[in-house]
């Protein structure tokens, strides 16, 4: 059974960091797209940034500049750096991946890990 499990959210001042983590385990053929997406209260979920197995990244508009999105390809893990965190960076992050087993890909999502940056 494969799952994804973050790591990594809090709370913290505006200006800070934090990293979180994605780790996929379990039977898989190979993981395709990687990505993080967040969710404010009452809002729609959005993506944040998403790297591709070959290291191709896309990040919203919103985040350029400020988030790193990192994978490493022998852990299964996708990173995210966010640095110059903004109150509007609160949210509910979650972690995504297209993952192949045998001969069909399927949409994989972490449980989510809260962000909370305070002004």
């Known amino acids: 059974q494969v799952q994804l499990v973050e790591s990594g959210g809090g709370l913290v001042q505006a200006g800070g960091s934090l990293r979180l983590s994605c780790a996929a385990s379990g039977s898989m053929t190979s993981i395709h797209a990687m990505g993080w997406y967040r969710q404010a209260p009452g809002k729609q979920r959005e993506l944040v940034a998403s790297?591709?197995?070959?290291?191709?990244?896309n990040y919203a508009d919103s985040v350029k500049g400020r988030f790193t999105i990192s994978r490493d390809n022998a852990k299964n893990t996708v990173y995210l750096q966010m640095n110059s965190l903004k109150p509007e960076d609160t949210a509910v992050y979650y972690c995504n991946a297209g993952i192949v087993i045998t001969t069909s890909m399927y949409d994989y999502w972490g449980q989510g890990t809260q962000v909370t940056v305070s002004s």
């Open positions: 790297i591709t197995s070959g290291g191709n990244k």
